[in-house]
């Protein structure tokens, strides 16, 4: 005799699908007889409904939320360094934002348009080009530069560089910078270079005299502009 084969046996995924399913219709149906009925009965009968829904929702949830939320926590880095360079040296290297992308941060490239505007660009995840406009703030020759965003780009920046001759020849430099993802695509694009941006900080701050080499031409650190800001910055 030949016997009817037997049912297949559920997966654990669909075994987990189908626990799931009931509870939220239980939930539910405990949330709409709650509803219904008045008095303290109900009222507690739909209570409990809401906490079983929110039991089964919420780890489901949470994780990626979470996800978002550590991604779009603002970053604020303070770091400072001795540069063997003469004060006014370091602060021409500074005073051109296009520079910057030399440090080997985050930054993709940097537009100057040498008017106190620039354009910052940072390339994130799978490519997505970030772009945003930034202002500077405070111009004081061989003494400090700052800079903020602009409108609403996607990324929220500012940052300060101050400049302290040690000597003749060396240079103290201290610099604080802020970044903060505004939206949920600049998060998610941003979320690879944010988790290590301390330390990329933190090294390109350390890079800053490698840098000046690269970029130093002759005579170019003759020509530091005593005040070329003066409708987007304040002196000290």
Same mark, same amino acid.
């Given at each position: 005799?030949?016997?009817?084969?037997?049912? *297949?046996?559920?997966?654990?995924?669909?075994?987990?699908?189908?626990?799931?399913?009931?509870? $939220?219709?239980?939930?539910?149906?405990?949330?709409? /007889?709650?509803?219904?009925?008045?008095?303290?009965?109900? $009222?507690?009968?739909?209570?409990?409904?809401?906490? %079983?829904?929110? @039991?089964?929702?919420?780890?489901? %949830?949470?994780?990626?939320?979470?996800?978002?939320?550590?991604?779009?926590?603002?970053?604020?880095?303070?770091?400072?360094?001795?540069? *063997?360079?003469?004060?006014?040296?370091?602060?021409?290297?500074?005073?051109?934002? *296009?520079?910057? #992308? %030399?440090?080997?941060?985050?930054?993709?490239?940097?537009?100057?348009?040498?008017?106190?505007?620039?354009?910052?660009?940072?390339?994130?995840?799978?490519? &997505?080009?970030?772009?945003?406009?930034?202002?500077?703030?405070?111009?004081?020759?061989?003494?400090?530069?700052?800079?903020? @965003?602009?409108?609403?780009?996607?990324?929220?920046?500012?940052?300060?560089? +101050?400049?302290?001759?040690?000597?003749?020849?060396?240079?103290?430099?201290? &610099?604080?910078?802020?970044?903060?993802?505004?939206?949920?695509?600049?998060?998610?694009? %941003? +979320?690879?270079?944010?988790?290590?941006? *301390?330390?990329?900080?933190?090294?390109?701050?350390?890079?800053?005299?490698?840098? $000046?080499?690269?970029?130093?031409?002759?005579?170019? /650190?003759?020509?530091? #502009? @005593?005040?070329?800001? #003066?409708?987007?910055?304040? #002196?000290?």
């Amino acid at each position: 005799m030949t016997l009817p084969p037997l049912p *297949e046996a559920p997966s654990a995924s669909h075994d987990l699908t189908d626990r799931v399913a009931g509870g $939220m219709a239980l939930a539910g149906a405990m949330i709409a /007889y709650g509803a219904r009925r008045r008095g303290l009965g109900g $009222m507690a009968v739909g209570i409990a409904g809401a906490g %079983l829904l929110a @039991s089964i929702v919420a780890p489901r %949830l949470t994780p990626r939320v979470r996800r978002v939320a550590d991604a779009a926590r603002p970053i604020d880095v303070e770091g400072s360094i001795i540069v *063997e360079r003469p004060v006014g040296e370091v602060f021409a290297f500074f005073r051109n934002f *296009e520079h910057f #992308p %030399l440090l080997g941060g985050m930054l993709h490239s940097v537009e100057d348009f040498d008017d106190g505007r620039s354009r910052w660009r940072v390339l994130g995840r799978n490519g &997505v080009l970030l772009e945003w406009d930034v202002i500077v703030t405070k111009y004081v020759p061989k003494r400090v530069i700052a800079w903020e @965003s602009t409108g609403r780009g996607p990324v929220e920046s500012s940052g300060t560089a +101050r400049f302290h001759a040690v000597d003749d020849h060396a240079t103290r430099v201290d &610099v604080s910078v802020h970044y903060f993802p505004r939206t949920v695509e600049a998060a998610r694009a %941003l +979320r690879p270079l944010i988790s290590r941006l *301390e330390r990329r900080v933190r090294a390109a701050i350390g890079r800053i005299e490698e840098a $000046m080499h690269r970029a130093g031409q002759p005579g170019f /650190y003759d020509r530091i #502009p @005593s005040h070329p800001l #003066p409708d987007h910055s304040t #002196p000290d």
